[in-house]
């Protein structure tokens, strides 16, 4: 005998049905094609399915792009909001323009398996701890400001570009590739000690030219068992003076030396970093006048309780704050006899 359901069972079945889907939606969200217009990235008209991502969806950026805006840049058209952005095989290299505001949640950005390059000239918001993948020999720039109250990751072997100053908080992991700081004026988020970066694998490198300095008064921790790298440039200012940043940590910092007068301007206290630090001179240059290492103290008075190595020909000139200070170093020793302290 075949059972029959009464219309108030048939009711609640099919609103079941529903809700399952609007839950299922949730908990999956879908990655949206833009394609290849010339449209703002708040029209329909620019993605497949006819509605631009939302914060349940990733902008997916494939090789259906293949000749990007006409006017070279997208705009966003409205402050947008999107879960996170794929970026894989646009046939050219691709420019978020300025104007409105990209909030991206916890997806972040996916550059691993990009063939090019991808410009956000707009300001990005994290709205939640996220990871910014970029592939080997690929470049993401970030030239607008980035701020939010949570902290990000920056992975995969390419480089991180920053030219302004950023005001995102609860602190910064670079686990691989650079992050490039590319003017005067870039951060690595917030600029106070608070806003701690740690050095898991990746580096941090000072592009800007001769005669300017870049300052980080975060305090930097290089945690055992992994490398951090600081690519001086001409010159970096790791915190001003009376700053109470400190680099800790037991693991392997390099500081490269990359100019013919490389200063460095450490104003905090490194004597938490239990580590290897190893100073190195990029340029392999021979003789005294190669390679000369300013070392501008203000609480800085070494490491002590490191193992110091001086790789290659180099001199260092302390420069004192006005008290003076006196610089003590755990273990010191160098792969160069030629090498001065003074």
């Known amino acids: 005998m075949k059972s029959k359901m009464t219309l108030n069972q048939i009711r609640c079945w099919t609103v079941s049905i529903a809700t399952s889907l609007s839950f299922a939606g949730s908990l999956f969200a879908a990655d949206i094609t833009k394609l290849d217009t010339s ?15 939302t914060l349940a969806d990733r902008a997916l950026f494939d090789s259906t792009v293949a000749l990007g805006p006409a006017a070279g840049s997208y705009l966003l058209g409205l402050d947008t909001n999107w879960l996170g952005i794929v970026f894989t095989s646009p046939g050219t290299n691709i420019v978020i323009g300025a104007g409105n505001t990209l909030l991206l949640g916890a997806q972040g950005i996916d550059m691993s398996s990009a063939t090019t390059n991808l410009t956000l000239q707009c300001p990005v918001f994290v709205g939640a701890t996220q990871v910014w993948n970029v592939a080997s020999g690929r470049a993401l720039i970030a030239s607008g400001a980035i701020a939010g109250t949570n902290g990000f990751i920056k992975s995969g072997a390419g480089v991180l570009g920053l030219g302004v100053a950023n005001t995102w908080t609860n602190g910064t992991v670079i686990s691989n590739g650079v992050v490039s700081l590319d003017a005067t004026t870039a951060t ?42 600081i690519k001086m440039g001409n010159r970096i200012r790791l915190a001003s003076n009376g700053n109470a940043a400190s680099i800790s940590g037991g693991g392997t910092l390099n500081i490269v030396c990359s100019s013919t007068v490389t200063r ?40 002590s309780n490191a193992t110091v190595n001086l790789d290659g020909n ?23 006899a030629s090498a001065q302290l003074g």
């Open 39 to 53: 449209d703002n990235l708040d029209q329909g008209a620019a993605w497949s399915g006819g509605f631009p991502p």
């Open 188 to 229: 690595l988020g917030v600029n106070a000690i608070g806003h701690t970066l740690t050095l898991a694998g990746g580096a941090i490198s000072n592009n800007w030219g001769t005669g300017n300095q870049v300052t980080h008064n975060n305090s930097i921790v290089v945690p055992a068992g992994t490398t951090g790298t």
């Open 264 to 303: 460095t301007d450490i104003g905090s206290q490194a004597g938490p970093f239990t580590g290897t630090v190893n100073f190195v001179n990029e340029l392999g240059f021979v003789g005294q006048t190669g390679l000369r290492l300013f070392i501008n103290a203000g609480a800085f008075s070494g490491f």
């Open 314 to 336: 180099q001199a260092w000139n302390y420069n004192c704050n006005s008290g003076g200070n006196t610089f003590t170093y755990g273990t010191l020793q160098g792969t160069n």
